[in-house]
């Protein structure tokens, strides 16, 4: 196994805990514990009594059976919980691929998503978002793409870092797509439920067979990123039991406290939901007007789910100015080298209840 460094981690970690503005976090604006507690009666009482040795390795039963209610046709045994989602995907592409098995991978992309299959010895095809096309993907370059050694096909919609929320028609041709070829779908729904108009929320696939699996997490939509809990769900016992086999070897189970909140944290989901959304659409206004103030400085493509946009800078270098920014304003975004782009694109993030205040720095800034 032969890991490249996380850049994004790597740019977060010199920069997360001593910048004033983060404007380009993924995860939502977290809460405290009190405020968690603060929405179901009984919770702050029942969080005494958990017992801290070590829990069910697969998740408690009660985070699964909330969990579930994520799906349509999910049952508990088919959640498996693990330490953030992150886990979650080294777990997936130690355990369903090989060296040598092709993989198609949406790009630009969380990097673990390419990066781990790469590091087992698997040849990964990028599979391109363009901004051309308001970042979608394009089916005939999927069919192009594929071979006859190819495994799987890695998906992130909402999309990480562009905002792109596939159309209904094109995610069901791309999961007929897998289940002809018999490939697998790792479909990365990790902020799924942030959808702008929830009538454009995508089936999770994992409910359209076993050709499929979603993955999740608490951090994004619902902005509990410390409590670390991820899972997946997925019909497919094999892929579900070789991932259970190598958790003995990571984390072997989850965190017991983590997990309790994790259970009242889904149980009022819709709340979370909500909050989360009046941010992003605030923050979204915010932007819209930005930008059309800085036309001549940025492009700007709307996203229509998510904490995340993937604009881009017009005159400069996208890492010049990022670094000038944090060093002068003590305002972060992130370059797109990040995640290997190299046309000057930043990702900004929209989930932060002190965006609007980062924003009029960043304007003092360009003032200047
Ligand atoms: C698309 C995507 N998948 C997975 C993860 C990992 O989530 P976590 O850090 O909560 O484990 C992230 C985090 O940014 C992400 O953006």
């Not at 380009?24 to 919770?43: Q, V």
């Not at 999927?142 to 159309?167: D, E």
Request: hydrophobic share 40%; net charge negative.
């Amino acid at each position: 196994m032969n890991l490249p460094p996380f850049k994004l981690e790597r740019y977060f970690a010199k920069y997360e805990f001593n910048t004033e503005f983060l404007l380009c976090s993924s995860d939502c604006e977290a809460m405290s514990i009190a405020d968690l507690f603060a929405m179901e009666a009984g919770a702050a009482e029942k969080f005494q009594q958990v017992w801290l040795g070590y829990t069910e390795s697969q998740g408690s039963p009660a985070l699964r059976k909330e969990i579930c209610k994520l799906y349509e046709t999910i049952q508990p045994e088919e959640i498996l919980v693990h330490t953030g989602a992150e886990e979650a995907i080294f777990l997936f592409m130690h355990a369903a691929l090989k060296e040598n098995d092709h993989v198609i991978v949406h790009i630009p992309c969380y990097q673990s998503l390419t990066k781990v299959a790469k590091s087992i010895g698997c040849d990964v095809s990028p599979w391109q978002a363009r901004e051309e096309n308001n970042w979608a993907l394009d089916l005939d370059e999927l069919r192009h793409l594929m071979r006859s050694t190819t495994k799987a096909i890695v998906l992130n919609t909402p999309h990480n870092p562009t905002g792109y929320l596939m159309s209904h028609a094109d995610f069901e041709a791309v999961n007929k797509f897998a289940q002809e070829n018999n490939l697998i779908l790792f479909s990365d729904e990790v902020y799924r439920e942030s959808e702008y108009d929830p009538a454009t929320r995508l089936p999770a696939a994992c409910d359209l067979g076993e050709h499929a699996v979603s993955l999740g997490v608490t951090s994004k939509t619902y902005g509990l990123a410390g409590l670390r809990i991820g899972w997946i769900a997925t019909k497919n016992k094999k892929i579900y039991q070789d991932m259970a086999g190598l958790k003995d070897y990571t984390t072997i189970c989850n965190s017991a406290p983590s997990e309790f909140l994790a259970e009242v944290a889904m149980r009022n989901r819709q709340k979370l939901i909500d909050r989360s959304l009046n941010i992003i659409k605030e923050n979204l206004d915010v932007m819209d007007e930005f930008f059309a103030r800085h036309s001549k400085l940025f492009q700007w493509i709307r996203p229509t789910a998510g904490s995340m946009a993937f604009p881009r800078l017009l005159k400069g270098d996208i890492e010049d100015f990022c670094d000038d920014l944090v060093k002068k304003a003590g305002v972060l975004l992130l370059p797109g080298s990040m995640y290997d782009d190299s046309r000057n694109h930043f990702r900004l993030g929209l989930g932060r209840r002190n965006l609007p205040q980062g924003v009029e720095r960043l304007e003092q800034y360009l003032k200047k």
